[in-house]
């Protein structure tokens, strides 16, 4: 067997162990990265060693690559993708926010992995003649390894049966595999250098496109980083979710202008649906009974403020307020039961492209926020012509009531397009409420098209409205042909919308 060992290594970048199981764990927390490592596989040999290195070049605060004598062949191409990547000065900004932040990194890791693979996947970079070389030299080194391997066995059954007929002829199939394999670790050495050498001619060519993509992940993150806390804080309920769930939520806003705006609109519409129902709503039904000590500052009776006016009184007065001690007005308002569902019937039809399928859906999202916050389950669903299926979404399953992530994107994405018909939306919401007769629920119908309903199906649904005891609530955008003739039919109320802005929303976050 040739005593030039076969170098093992397929990463370049040093890494530890904590940062191999920090990946890892990312890794098993994300489908992206994952599906992104499958994709890249069956591309090039080595691809998830390579994630790795993304993520010790992002993550790491001082990058140390291994020799080049130490990392195997077939990986040689991905030291030239590393050294170009931080020639780049778009690099240096990303590691900013990256450096030590395991999070970030990841989703620095799947954005730069995939904006890399396009560039693979599209020859800009590797012909594919170069890619089946690169495969080649990954396939000699597996058959030099299992023919040394071969020739191990070879020499320990030569020792057991020394002396036997069969060990002549062990001594010479180990010596036929020896000369093999030297022959074969010259090939492959041979060949290993000619394929460098010519990774390294074309580093002008690459250099430029690979800056570009660099910059181009920078923008991606910056983003992301801006907006996940507007999904994850705001429609997550201020729960904390795991590093691969934060990963995806990056992801799918890095790539996905369409969320990037909805993102937006729902801060907007969140912050002024609280804001309104905190002041004009849900103390609505509280009276003023007592005076206790406390320190919210809304409810001070009128002489403890005088204090405020003599620098002593102020003194004891901040005292007092530290220690919950100053005199305030006591509230009490009627418990209220439990309610319901709330079922939003979205349209998903054509004439609703554009900005008004954005505003709809912000509108949803932030009645999801509300639904969460009075502890109601929610269900969305997305309708068009009778001849589509539905998407129903419960939007908040279990007892928590915390929106999932993977659901409301699955309602963001999702735009049949098509006709318009009211009847089989409203009646999967009947469905729904009839589940939980118990405690009143609510639908909200947000359309703007125009659709007759069959009047026998009418009387039935007003029957069931009436002995279910909910109530329907209709969004129509009036933007364009619009009519409130067949909305009148079924509606308890009608908000009419004639620009799509967050005030014209304000009816219905206090109503429902």
Known sequence: MSDAALPQRTHWVESDTYDRAAFARLRADSHALQALATSGGKLLPHFDAFLLDLYALCYKL??????AATVTPSAAFYRFIIEELRG???????????VLDEDVAGL?????????????????VLTRGEMLDVWNLAQQADEITTRREQADTAAELEQRVAGAPAARQLAELRQRLMREDAAASRRLTQQGQRMTQAFSDAAARRQPRIAAQAARVLGQLET????????SVQLGGGQPSSPGAQIELGHQLARNPKLQRMAQLVGRM??????????????????VFAIESGSELQRLLPSELLSLRHPALRRDFRRRLVEGELLVYALRAREQKGRGPMVVCLDGSSSMAGDKEIWSKAVTLTLLDIAARQRRRFRSICFSSAETPLQILDLNPG????????????LAEYFPGGGTDFQKPLSAALDC???????????????????RVDAEWLRAFKREKAALGFTVFSVLIDVGASSLG???????????????????????????
């Open 433 to 451: 409420l009839r589940r939980d007769r118990r405690r009143r629920g609510d639908i909200v119908f947000i359309t703007d098209g125009e659709c």
């Open 399 to 410: 007892q928590p009531y915390t929106p999932d992530m993977r659901q409301v994107f699955a």
């Open 270 to 287: 969140r912050t002024s649906a609280r804001a309104l129902r905190r002041t004009l709503y849900e103390r609505a039904n509280a009276e």
């Open 224 to 231: 992301a980083r801006e907006q996940a806390d507007q999904w």
């Open 88 to 98: 780049a000065a778009a690099l240096d900004a990303l590691r900013q926010q990256t």
């Open 62 to 67: 001082n990058i140390v690559l291994h020799d």
């Open 486 to 512: 067949a909305l009148k039919d079924f509606s308890d109320h009608i908000t009419s919308v004639g620009q799509l802005t967050s005030d014209g929303t304000r009816e219905i976050f206090l109503k429902v």
């Open 108 to 124: 620095a890791t799947l954005l730069l992995g995939e904006a890399l693979l396009e560039l693979l996947k599209s020859e800009r």
